[in-house]
């Protein structure tokens, strides 16, 4: 567990040293990346250097993140409090890598429909915004006692209750609660862009199941969605010190007043990872073989209902609702196999065969048709 992984110091350019045992470095680090990223532009953008004055542009927008981090270094530097820096969560960083890849791979996929790349690049930046405001929605009206209060039990403050519901860095997503917002908005985002859901649908599960595997990766440098006890040889435990899962054990009673480190722990954090990557090999697959539009979408609605219900057993997080020993997210997951279900039966009826293009994919249009 490392909720954070680093923090970018702003009041030194190229300095290494660390705050309070966390690593840190110097954000004039962050020049050599870009410097490396700005020299591989211009080399592959170099027969249009000189062409028109929106070529002149972007290369003149290269420059404006350096002098940003120049003015960043001389306004800290007058600051009266030192050292000045910002701390990088693995939770929020992950999020992004899970983004930008569920992206890329979406685009390259949408290509084969006839669809411009640029779209799935628009969808996973809007589908990502309304999947993250119902995955918090719902972890809000799952965990209020989490949010709004504190372990001991004692009220927030009004400003931390304010800022409660935005405080992704404590933790607090409850995956299913996204899938609601993001078919909701997904729907909403293909009527606008003239889309057919179910066709662009097949080509973008298997890039939701590859971010979901890397979000979990989140949790698990976060330290929450954790397993129950385990005496396997890959048990993990969590340290104390500020970690959701070491707290929320301590709160509940299961661990000494002097303990350190919490008892060895399932690491459903990588089930949960393994297992998303899993099922975005299989329904990429698929994918390929689809017998008609939709068919993808039913498979990855039906297999992630079973895998994610499995893994619960294993969870810890999480008790029984409604009288069961079935946690909220099984509960969820039951009503998405019944959907699932539900949907093939209706594509088998009611369905048209997937019509495959005989020869090689034309290149799309800059704009999707």
Known sequence: ??????????????????????????????????????????????????????????????????????????????????PVSIPLYGYGLMLCLATIAACWTGARRVRRLGVAPEVAWDMGLWLFACGLFGARLFYILQYPGRVFFHGDGSSKTFPEVL??????????????????????????????????????????????????GIGRIGCLLNGCCWGDRCDLPWAISFPKGGGVTFRAL?????????????????????????????LAAVT???????PRPGSVVALGAVLYAVSRFTIEFLRGDEMGQFGTSLTISQWYCVALFAVGLAFTGWLSWSGQPVARPRGPVAKPERVAV
């Open 1 to 82: 567990m490392r909720q954070i992984l680093f923090r970018l110091r702003l009041d030194d350019l190229f300095t290494t040293e660390p705050i309070d045992g966390t690593s840190a470095l110097g954000v004039g680090w962050l020049l050599v990346p870009w410097l490396v990223y700005f020299i591989g532009w211009l080399f592959v953008n170099r027969g249009r250097l000189a062409a028109s004055g929106t070529t002149a542009a972007a290369v003149a927008m290269q420059f404006v993140f350096p002098l940003l981090v120049l003015a960043v270094w001389q306004v800290s530097g007058r600051l009266p409090t030192r």
């Open 163 to 212: 800022a409660a519901p935005f405080s992704l860095w404590d933790g607090g997503l409850v995956v299913v609660g996204c899938i609601p917002f993001g078919v909701l908005g997904y729907f909403l985002f293909c009527h606008r862009r003239g889309l057919r859901p179910l066709v662009v649908g097949d080509a973008v599960i298997p890039s939701f199941f590859i971010g979901l």
């Open 250 to 278: 301590m709160d509940g009673g299961f661990l000494p007043a002097d303990a350190l480190w919490t008892f060895p722990l399932h690491p459903t954090q990588i089930y949960s990872s393994i297992n998303a990557f899993i």
């Open 284 to 290: 990429a697959a698929y994918f390929h073989t689809r």
